[in-house]
């Protein structure tokens, strides 16, 4: 089996929460804050679960907008990717999970391939850069409106980026 990586930025603990939910659900993988993280880091692993939230007016979470120069610089050729991010879609109906959107499109061209995409279906929003094809480009998550459907939606996405 190949190796798994979850990297997350978190400023208030949501997006950690999340991610250590993961890492519950995927015991092969290891967590890595990505303020912590290099490139080596990255390196190590074939599939790459990089999750971030959504801040301000659609804004990475502040280490992701650090890390963002590793991540980019890395040979992701080959590597498979799965994204989650978090967001608000009733405070910031217009931006919801943007985070992930701009994630997305910095290394949408860097060779690795995407798994995970996620209905837009079951959200109320009216914008979001994170959204491709009628799909988000990951999974969705609002912390502050839904939380009672992040353990479902976690467990179905995981089906998803398995297969």
Do not use: H
């Amino acid at each position: 089996m190949s190796k798994t990586g979850i990297f997350y930025g978190s400023s208030v603990g949501n997006t950690r929460f999340v991610a250590e939910k993961l890492a519950d659900l995927l015991p092969e993988a290891e967590l890595n804050p990505v303020e912590q993280a290099e490139q080596s880091d990255i390196e190590k692993y074939d599939f790459l679960i990089l999750g971030t939230s959504t801040w301000g007016v659609g804004n990475l979470q502040d280490d992701f907008e650090t890390f963002v120069d590793t991540l980019v610089n890395t040979d992701l050729e080959g590597k498979t990717v799965a994204l989650f991010g978090l967001g608000d879609q009733f405070t910031y109906p217009d931006t919801f999970c943007n985070g992930m959107g701009k994630l997305y499109d910095l290394i949408k061209d860097k060779g690795c391939k995407f798994v995970g995409d996620w209905p837009i279906d079951e959200y109320d929003f009216s914008e979001s850069i994170a959204v491709v094809d009628n799909n988000f480009v990951g999974l969705a998550l609002d912390e502050d409106n839904e939380p009672d459907l992040t353990d479902y939606r976690l467990k179905e996405w995981i089906k998803k980026i398995k297969s």
